[in-house]
């Protein structure tokens, strides 16, 4: 339409149009019009609109019908006018509708289609003639406009219409069963133009009523019997891929010939019935599940799955098999007779496992978020964390192997590390030492091992040392490393104070009976050991220590030393009458006290030894067990009786000097074995630990208290809990046990208003 200040005129061209274009002057009629005026001009106009329908509008004026229109509206003749375009499309799509009945099967759909697409573009050139209608007269009388009109009635008269849209639906519906049986090319462009005509009419009312209802019905029983055919057929990751291939082809089939609103519903249908229904299934199926992958470690099997169960949101089963499976290994392991003889296999083999799942964690557990970067999925992290702190806590004395495993990395021998693998070790270390709910117990065995490392110079690195106990200091704060800190700091103050003590004797002309390297230890700092009172030294060692104490005590007055006799390493000469040239044995002071007893003996009993250098129990067998040891470059020093092991050891055993003795090397250093601590050892370190924890909770308890002046017993349970958790979790028996013990010794009292309240007295 061209639209000028004087009136309009008509451009329209037409497929069949022979006549030539033209533009007709523009007619003015005045004067009222009354009903039976405006209905002579409805009949030019219901004419016009059979012609329109009939695709013969190339003899009609359409200046002519435009001011036909124009005169009705403006006189007032709107709903008359508008009425009749009603009925006379209605009727129009009535006739039309039995044609398309008529039509066979095989060209339904694609008349249907002609007739649509012949309907719209004859109800565009009907409201392009009653412009003015729809301009003016549709939005006062809120009516739909004329274009909107048509397609209603389309929707309503021929869609809508029981036998059309069960011939569509059907229709519809064979040609996507031919296509997912691959009988038959896809029938796309033509289910596409379907789908857009359907829902132009409308999405709500016409589209998914009619085609995607009976779609996503037919779809669930189609997915339900090939769920069923699939899974008896199939291993799960070759169900798997049927079922990911088989959304893969409804998605492309939604984007190419259906409306982007199903997409989601078909996915969710083909999920239900091929997933959500045979998730256990899928998991639990015999030689092919989960667990099947899980000991034959198949990843991609696992990621594969993993990824099945997340299209539902559902890894919990899964992952709960996974921890179920990990925690059937780990508790058993931990706690088996054979491994528990090797703390260092227990150690290897929950770090191997937790290296094992990590890479689990990574290749199939794994998530990409919207900036592509990849993390694990927390559901999978959280059951492997709680898997792995309940293993490594099964065993009480998985505090004490661990530090027996890190003493072996720091231990100068075979297995030393190179300076590049420490950092690597420890990290290992610390992922396990995170998990120990008891982490006070394994600080009290690394200070045993590390003071043994530090006295007897075992230590392969002293910057390796240092840096593990700064990992733990940043892991776990100051207060857990200050001790392990000030071990090394007696060490440095040792070493000048001997240089201090070789210039005092050298400036007084005095010499020490044989050459000593004494190492000042604070007390608080350093393991206490259970060591004699008073033993009964060489008299060599006796002087030099005597000399080095009268030094000492000059230079720091008030202090006091005390000899560990269970620490510390002694240089010996062994002389034989066979041989020509000494032994030089290194050795530590319990070995030396032992053997220096044998220069006058040349057999005793193991009560005999004991009584002579005060070593008693297990740590005199401790003692001889490297000296009745063969080993591999030198025979025992000392024999036992033969058959006899350090167990069945008793008072009466007797023990003889091996005048045989024999070495392939000149100087020998006996290996000192580091074992874990039997039953007893280990019940005295727990009592030990218990102890300590006493303290700690009552000391604890005052410092709130004091600070509070009164508080719940709940949240002073709860404040104390979290307080300690970084070294150990005390139970609350435990915390009313020391608060009974305070209130006894009056450090608190119980409220008089509450008995569940504590008041601090000062």
């Known amino acids: 339409w061209i639209l000028f200040e004087s009136g309009f005129c008509c451009l329209m061209a037409h497929p069949n149009a022979t006549q030539k274009l033209v533009l007709q002057p523009y007619v003015d009629k005045k004067g009222s019009l009354d009903q039976a005026g405006a209905k002579e001009k409805w009949k030019t106009l219901e004419n016009a609109i059979h012609h329109i329908f009939q695709q013969n509008a190339s003899s009609l004026s359409f200046q002519h019908l435009y001011t036909s229109g124009y005169h009705i509206i403006l006189h007032r003749h709107g709903d008359m006018l508008y009425t009749g375009v009603e009925d006379t499309i209605r009727g129009h799509i009535d006739k039309e509708r039995d044609k398309v009945l008529n039509q066979a099967d095989a060209s339904f759909l694609e008349s249907l289609l002609q007739h649509w697409e012949k309907h719209r573009t004859a109800v565009n050139m009907i409201r392009d003639i009653l412009m003015y209608m729809d301009k003016n007269f549709v939005p006062n009388a809120g009516k739909l406009p004329i274009y909107d ?19 569509i639906r059907s229709l519809t519906l064979t040609i996507i069963k031919a296509e997912r049986s691959g009988e038959t090319a896809p029938q796309r462009l033509l289910l596409k133009n379907l789908t857009k005509m359907m829902t132009e009419v409308s999405k709500r009312e016409v589209y998914e009523p ?9 779809s669930t029983d189609f997915y339900k019997v090939e769920a069923q055919n699939f899974f008896s057929s199939s291993t799960v990751p070759e169900y798997i891929r049927k079922v990911l291939k088989r959304l893969d082809e409804e998605r492309d089939r939604v984007e190419r010939s259906l409306d982007e609103g199903t997409k989601e519903k078909i996915e969710d249908r083909v999920k239900t019935e091929m997933i959500k229904e045979y998730k256990m299934n899928l998991i639990e199926k015999e030689s092919s599940g989960c667990l099947a992958m899980l000991q034959d470690w198949r990843v991609d099997d696992l990621r594969l799955l993993y990824e099945c169960l997340k299209l539902i949101n559902d890894v919990d089963p899964m992952v709960t098999q996974i921890k179920r499976h990990l925690l059937q290994w780990g508790l058993k392991f931990v706690v088996d007779s ?40 927390p559901t999978f992290q959280k059951a492997i964390q709680k898997a792995f702190e309940e293993i490594v806590n099964k065993n009480q004395r998985l505090p004490e192997f661990l530090s027996l495993y890190v003493d072996s990395k720091l231990r100068k021998g075979k297995s030393q590390l190179r300076d590049e693998e420490y950092d690597i070790v420890f990290e290992k270390v610390l992922v396990v030492f995170r998990y120990l709910r008891e982490k006070d117990v394994f600080e009290k065995y690394y200070k045993n091992h590390l003071a043994k490392r530090l006295l007897g110079a075992k230590s392969s690195s002293d910057d390796a040392e240092r840096s593990f106990i700064q990992k733990l200091k940043t892991e776990y704060g100051y207060n857990f490393t200050s001790k392990l800190e000030g071990m090394f700091q007696d060490m440095k103050v040792s070493a000048d104070t001997m240089e201090n003590y070789k210039q005092w004797v050298s400036a007084r002309g005095k010499k020490s009976p044989c050459d000593i390297s004494v190492h000042v230890l604070t007390t608080t700092y350093w393991p206490g050991g259970k060591s004699p009172e008073s033993v009964q030294l060489p008299e060599e060692v006796r002087l030099s220590a005597e000399l080095f104490k009268q030094f000492y005590i000059g230079s720091h007055s008030g202090r006091k030393l005390t000899w560990q006799y269970t620490m510390g390493t002694a240089d010996l ?18 070995q030396m006290l032992i053997l220096m007893f044998f220069n006058d003996k040349q057999s005793a009993t193991f009560a005999e030894i004991s009584a002579q250098t005060s070593i008693v129990g297990p740590d005199l067998k401790r003692s001889l067990l490297p000296l009745v040891h063969q080993q591999k470059l030198h025979s025992p020093i000392l024999k036992k009786p033969q058959n006899t092991t350090i167990k069945e050891i008793d008072d009466h055993t007797v023990f003889t000097f091996n005048e045989e003795f024999k070495s392939k090397c000149m100087k020998i250093k006996l290996s000192q074995v580091i074992q874990k601590e039997n039953d007893d050892e280990a019940k005295q370190t727990r009592q ?58 009056e450090y608190l009292e119980r409220s008089k208003e509450s008995r569940s309240r504590y008041n601090y007295l000062a």
């Open 688 to 745: 030990k630990v218990d102890e300590e924890r006493k303290w700690q909770l009552d000391a604890a308890i005052v410092r709130l208290m004091k600070a509070r002046k009164t508080e719940e017993h709940r949240i002073l349970v709860l404040e104390l809990i979290k307080m300690f958790q970084g070294r150990f979790t005390p139970s609350p028996d435990d915390i009313k046990k020391r608060i009974e013990s305070l209130i006894e010794r």
């Open 573 to 590: 000469r062994l002389r034989l009458p066979a041989s020509t040239r000494p032994y030089d044995i290194i050795v530590n002071t319990q």
């Open 149 to 167: 009109l048509g397609v209603k009635i389309f929707g309503e008269h021929m869609l809508k219409n029981p036998k059309v849209s069960g011939k």
């Open 210 to 218: 009619i085609l995607e209802e009976a779609f996503l019905d037919d």
């Open 338 to 377: 054979d491994n528990v003889k090797d703390p260092i296999l227990i150690i290897d083999g929950i770090l191997e496992k937790i290296e094992q799942y990590k890479d689990l964690e990574k290749r199939a557990f794994s998530i990409k978020e919207a900036n592509n970067k990849t993390v694990p999925d």
